[in-house]
Structures are given as structure tokens and as C-alpha cells.
């Protein structure tokens, strides 16, 4: 299958070279697979465009109509900033293509995702969006073993994060949904504009019922990057470090010293394979494609972590 990337920044084709151990561009992915034809780069300035073809392969184009006159495309890679993410996906339904993998956030308001989901909803169009954990085999096994009552009932949690609600927070937020379930009501505790204006980072209380709550952090992205996130459950507490590359379990015990107490005791560390999500993200593509196999995280996903995103915005301006 053909595939055309969009954008011609980090993810699309900086972060990694050809030769590097971990896979985290989409430009690696695809070049790295027997399933997929890179056929290009798109970007409005050229000389990016032309930079990461140097590196990969394909041809360059300033446009994204030039490029469809130029070459069969079966799959496009939106990859572009944050604020064109919705133009462009608006562009690309004017095409004839099997499937568009969007970056996250979909879009930059909740009024623009709304407005996209319907064109893609009306014009048939499968999308899969890239919020990255949701792709990783650690974090489905961790999944199951919450739905299957392993872990016990969710207690409480907290997490880091900094670089805006959307742009980064929003990862946080789309992965204790997928792991934990519906948020549903925020208080503001404090916020500040460490990275985007229109964009700000906010700590707050989620509220998930049940008396359950999650504590979201920030940490300003100046001083450095974090993402991290701590489960506790009954049986078990998750400790989510190193934007997920690596995990810590913990078991509850009794205290050795003080009688009739309980403690956590480190059970296992563990390396996840976050390194080869972009490829898991192209393996589901292809499945859903030729299998019909369901979309890890779909358009659904990434409108209801928006929305949280949203509610938390709209409740800081009061």
C-alpha cells in the first residue's frame, strides 16, 4: 500500500534515521515495512520536504494536490502542526483514499472535530488517530487485566504532564479512558502557559464516580519533560514512567515490622515496546483495511479526550 506523509517535521521524519534502534517516526515505520510504499513527503516548505526524502526515500511536494496528480496513494499521514491539523484533513477528504492515520490532538477545538467527524462519517472514510499507548501490546494486556478484575477496583491516581492540555495532556487523558473509563466532571486547580498561548497546561481533579478520582499535574515543559502516571488499585498499584516506555508494579503485602499492616511491595519492572508503536499503528491499519480488524483508536477516541480537553479550558476562563 501506498502511503503519503503530510508534514515533514519530528514525527514524520526527524526523530530517528534509518539505522536507529527504536522506530519513532512514521517515515521509519513504513520503510521498516513489507506492507507499506512510502511515496512521499508533503510539506508547504519545500526544502523540509525535500530534506526527508534525502533521508527515506519518495518524492517531494509543496502541496498535497500536486502530489495526488503525481502518485496512487492508498493511506495519507496527517503529520502536520497542531493548528492546521483540521485544514488538512479537510483537504484530504477530496481525495480517493483508502484510510487518513491523523496525528493527535484530531483537531484544535472540539467545534472543528465535530465539524470533520461529520465529513468523514458522510464520505465513509476510516480514520485511525495516533493517541500511541492505545497501539502498544503492554498497555491492551493491562487493560484486560483491569476489566477482568485482576488489579482489584481503581482507587485513585495521579499523573504529570506539561506542553498544553491538548498538545500533551491530552495523551494523558485519552490513556486513563482507555484504561479506567469515563471522566465525568473536572475541577480547575491551576494552570499556566508553559509551551502554546492558546494552549495552556492545567492541573485539576478528574472526576471518573464512584468516588474515584485522578490528580492531573503540571510540570512546566521549560524545566523539562515529564509523563507520568500512578494507578492504585486495590491489589495492585501501576506506575506508568518514562512517557511509558517502562513500567513498575507493585503488590500489596503484609508489613514485616508492624502487625496487621499493609504495604506495596515492587513487584516487577518492566520495558515496554512503545519503540515499535508507529508499527504497531500501521499493522492495525493494514488489518482494518484487509481484515476489517478494529481501529485501535478512532475518531470517537480522540473527539472524547478533545472534550475533556475542552471542559477543562472552559472551566478555567470561569
Known sequence: MNVLIVGAGNIAAKFDTANSPQILTYAHAITNSPLFNLVGFVDKNLKAAESATIMWGGKSYNSIEE?????????????????????????????PLKFIIAEK?????????????????????????NYARRYVPEFDEIKKNIQNGIYGKFLTGSGYYGKGIVHNGSHLIDLLRFLIGEILDVKIISSENDFYCDDPSISG????????????????????????????????????????????????????????????????????????????????????????????????????????????????KG
Open 105 to 129: 490532538p484530531l483537531t484544535k477545538t472540539l467545534s472543528e472535530a465535530e465539524k470533520i467527524i461529520e465529513i468523514f462519517q458522510q464520505k465513509k472514510i476510516s480514520v485511525a488517530v
Open 205 to 316: 481533579i478528574l472526576n471518573l464516580g464512584e468516588n474515584r478520582f485522578f490528580y492531573l499535574q503540571i510540570v512546566n515543559c521549560n524545566n523539562y519533560s515529564l509523563f507520568e502516571i500512578d494507578l492504585l488499585f486495590e491489589k495492585k498499584r501501576l506506575r506508568i514512567l518514562n512517557s511509558g516506555f517502562d513500567l513498575e508494579f507493585y503488590d500489596v503485602k503484609n508489613d514485616d515490622i508492624y502487625k496487621d499492616y499493609k504495604l506495596l511491595s515492587k513487584d516487577l519492572i518492566k520495558t515496554t515496546s512503545l519503540s515499535k508503536q508507529l508499527t504497531y499503528l500501521l499493522e492495525n491499519v493494514y488489518n482494518h483495511i484487509t481484515k476489517r480488524e478494529n481501529i485501535k483508536c478512532t475518531i470517537f477516541d480522540a473527539y472524547q479526550a478533545l472534550k475533556i480537553c475542552e471542559l477543562l479550558k472552559t472551566s478555567l
Open 67 to 95: 502530489a495526488f496528480r503525481n502518485e496512487t496513494v492508498d493511506v495519507v499521514i496527517n503529520a502536520v502542526p497542531d493548528d492546521f491539523h483540521f485544514e488538512v484533513l479537510k483537504k484530504l477528504t477530496s481525495f
